[in-house]
């Protein structure tokens, strides 16, 4: 199935909306933060899906979708209305309902960027399915098991940016022939060599790619690039939403589990990422802060600077996900931050109750607190971990506060306090260019 173009009108901020999509190359949709890309793909997928993932109320307009699809040597024309919460397919006759059915709607994947590291436990079927892919593609499997890939007794060790590359290339390698996959910021933690060799993976791949960047990524990325508009000026009241999780994750989730036999299922050796005295491989940057504890109460230091990067991250309108990982020093060297259970129960406690008391209202489940072990020579080192919060991203048109009345925003070295001026002239950016969560 190929996608050729979509046209959408008055969709909330994507007023008039009109794309060609590329069947050869890989579509890259670029624009800033605001501007509909995560929509968009949301859109998408949904104009192929038995249930409606698309909520849209607006006021008395009505919203409008056109795809124009093809598989194989027939083209087909996918039309739907969107009004007071309700959505309709639109058939011209007889004769194109009986050619519709024959289209293979499920061969549309969606899947982000954000769920790749964190959601879901990294096995040995994923490093099986991403050297199989990279063989099949004619390449050695040594980019990605390298030096770095040591087996060591009972563990192995494979760091945080390998993996990310084994979950990027064992997602693609469920991914049928002929088919759309549709993805939202895959590439926001790697670096450009890794991202050069993901591309050429996927040009041999005989599947149409539609991805999302934001403008400082698109510059690293080759193929069809589409700049997606942000309209500015009038405050749309009428928005498409959405369940980010529910369509972006777990439908790809359940396809990569439905295919797996139990016994592939199965970790056999324990797999860490971090080495005691070991430099990390990746870099500090605008969605990725190291912290390392140097006081006796880890649990106090961890939730007062938590609360206050999450507060940051979710105010800087940050793409895709921000990590904080206390253990690392400023250097990238593994140090580790020692925590009993108790510990780890009243960081997790405390961080929630934090996120409950910003203003305006925030859901704790954008924020995930994971605790990754150590390997100090042949063992797991005890109670030593990295502790990784990591944000979703929440785009909003408004500031929040943290629990005491204090707003920080994002910089790339880190994190800035605002006064009353900054935050004045930072909701008055934010008015001239009203726009909803993308």
């Known amino acids: 199935m190929i996608i050729d173009n979509v046209e959408i009108a008055n969709f909330g901020f994507l007023k008039d909306v009109k794309l060609n999509f590329d069947s050869e190359n890989i579509n890259i949709i670029e624009g800033v933060n605001g501007s509909g890309k995560t929509t968009l793909l949301a859109i998408l997928y949904s104009m192929f899906q038995d249930e409606e993932k698309i909520e849209y109320i607006g006021e008395g307009e009505m919203a409008h979708v056109l795809l124009n699809v093809r598989e194989g040597s027939e083209s087909f024309r996918l039309e739907k209305y969107y009004k007071n919460g309700t959505s309709e397919f639109v058939v011209p006759s007889l004769g194109d309902m009986k050619r519709l059915t024959s289209l293979n709607y499920h061969n549309v994947y969606l899947y982000s960027g954000e769920f790749l590291n964190y959601d879901y436990q990294f096995s040995d079927i994923m490093i099986k399915n991403a050297v199989d892919l990279l063989n099949k593609c004619g390449f050695s499997d040594r980019r990605i098991v390298n030096d770095n890939f040591h087996i060591i007794e009972n563990y192995r060790y494979i760091s945080g940016g390998q993996q990310a590359v084994i979950r990027i290339l064992n997602m693609l390698s469920y991914i049928p022939q002929d088919s759309v996959l549709l993805l939202d910021a895959p590439f926001a933690m790697l670096d450009t060599g890794t991202i050069a060799l993901l591309l050429m993976v996927m040009r041999q791949l005989q599947i149409q790619?539609?991805?999302?960047?934001?403008?400082?990524?698109?510059?690293?990325?080759?193929?069809?690039?589409?700049?997606?508009?942000?309209?500015?000026?009038?405050?749309?009241?009428?928005?498409?939403?959405?369940?980010?999780?529910?369509?972006?994750?777990?439908?790809?989730?359940?396809?990569?589990?439905?295919?797996?036999?139990?016994?592939?299922?199965?970790?056999?050796?324990?797999?860490?990422?971090?080495?005691?005295?070991?430099?990390?491989?990746?870099?500090?940057?605008?969605?990725?802060?190291?912290?390392?504890?140097?006081?006796?109460?880890?649990?106090?230091?961890?939730?007062?600077?938590?609360?206050?990067?999450?507060?940051?991250?979710?105010?800087?309108?940050?793409?895709?996900?921000?990590?904080?990982?206390?253990?690392?020093?400023?250097?990238?060297?593994?140090?580790?931050?020692?925590?009993?259970?108790?510990?780890?129960?009243?960081?997790?406690?405390?961080?929630?109750?934090?996120?409950?008391?910003?203003?305006?209202?925030?859901?704790?489940?954008?924020?995930?607190?994971?605790?990754?072990?150590?390997?100090?020579?042949?063992?797991?080192?005890?109670?030593l971990f990295i502790v990784e919060v990591i944000i979703r991203q929440w785009t909003s048109d408004i500031l929040f506060s943290t629990s005491k009345g204090d707003v920080y925003i994002k910089t790339e070295g880190g994190k800035k306090k605002l006064d009353v001026y900054d935050i004045q002239n930072e909701l008055k950016g934010r008015l001239r260019n009203s726009r909803p969560i993308e």
């Open 209 to 383: 790619i539609i991805l999302t960047a934001n403008m400082h990524d698109a510059e690293r990325l080759k193929g069809n690039k589409i700049y997606l508009q942000r309209e500015d000026g009038d405050r749309y009241h009428g928005y498409p939403t959405f369940q980010y999780k529910e369509i972006f994750c777990r439908d790809m989730r359940t396809l990569i589990y439905n295919q797996k036999r139990e016994d592939e299922q199965r970790v056999e050796n324990k797999i860490v990422k971090y080495i005691l005295g070991k430099e990390v491989g990746e870099a500090e940057g605008r969605n990725i802060e190291y912290k390392e504890i140097k006081g006796n109460h880890p649990c106090n230091s961890i939730v007062d600077v938590a609360e206050i990067y999450i507060n940051a991250f979710l105010n800087s309108r940050v793409t895709g996900i921000g990590v904080i990982k206390w253990g690392i020093s400023d250097d990238g060297i593994v140090k580790g931050v020692k925590l009993s259970k108790k510990d780890r129960d009243e960081i997790d406690r405390k961080i929630s109750e934090r996120i409950g008391q910003m203003k305006p209202y925030v859901s704790a489940d954008i924020v995930q607190i994971q605790y990754e072990n150590i390997l100090d020579g042949n063992e797991i080192a005890k109670d």
